[in-house]
């Protein structure tokens, strides 16, 4: 068993166990220990150890798989404001790994600070309305059809550069995504929803269309 430099810095401990987790030039390898330095690494409350603790747990890499420890670590690392925790966190909500499914929790995570702007935080965002949206195929259809008349009020230069509303859209879109959790959750009606859905449009149409006319014919993309 090698001898740790020091058991109170956290730092030191986490930097010690990826080393046998990674495996070191001469070819180390241990993973009981490196999990057991991300345990005490993340008991002392270090973010980057709660984190790859979290994600180890997660994936089952050097250990089994334990969803609900996951979710534990992954939530203490994002309550230390740590990114890429919350993006885990966030996956694991959408999925409902370890839990039931949280849409609205995972959303709440990748808008935040530091989180947004993680490309892989966008996609999931966009999915996750994608999936709340297939699940009322007849208020898409409606959707669609709304987007087409928009469209085709378009010329050829407004339709190259305004992107569609749905499903990319403006870049703050939580009005949408929270609109199609109420009608999930009941709080709304489908008409309601649609009536919501089909005003944020044309909100964005016309912001979309007065940025180009101040932008003196270019347009910069929502």
């Known amino acids: 068993m090698p001898q740790i430099q020091s058991e109170e810095n956290p730092e030191l401990l986490f930097e010690e166990g990826k080393r046998f987790y990674c495996g070191a030039r001469d070819g180390s390898c241990d993973p009981d220990l490196a999990l057991n330095l991300f345990y005490r690494a993340a ?13 180890t747990l997660m994936e089952g890499t050097i250990c089994d798989k334990d969803p609900e420890k996951a979710l534990f670590w992954l939530a203490e690392a994002a309550r230390h404001n740590d990114p890429q925790a919350a993006l885990s966190l966030a996956i694991m909500y959408a999925k409902g790994e370890g839990t039931d499914k949280k849409w609205d929790r995972a959303y709440q995570l990748l808008s935040a600070p530091g989180v947004e702007n993680l490309p892989e935080a966008r996609e999931l965002k966009i999915k996750l309305k994608e999936s709340l949206m297939g699940l009322y195929p007849k208020l898409s259809e409606a959707l669609a059809l709304e987007e087409r008349t928009y469209r085709l009020s378009l010329n050829s230069t407004q339709t190259r550069f305004i992107l569609p509303f749905w499903p990319s859209g403006s870049k703050d879109d939580s009005r949408e995504f929270s609109a199609l959790l109420d009608l999930n959750l009941g709080k709304k009606t489908i008409e309601e929803t649609f009536h919501t859905l089909r005003s944020l449009m044309h909100v964005y149409y016309t912001q979309a269309l007065s940025s180009k006319d101040k932008s003196g014919g270019s347009l910069a993309t929502p």
């Open 43 to 55: 008991r002392l409350g270090y973010a980057p150890a709660q984190r790859l603790l979290g994600i």
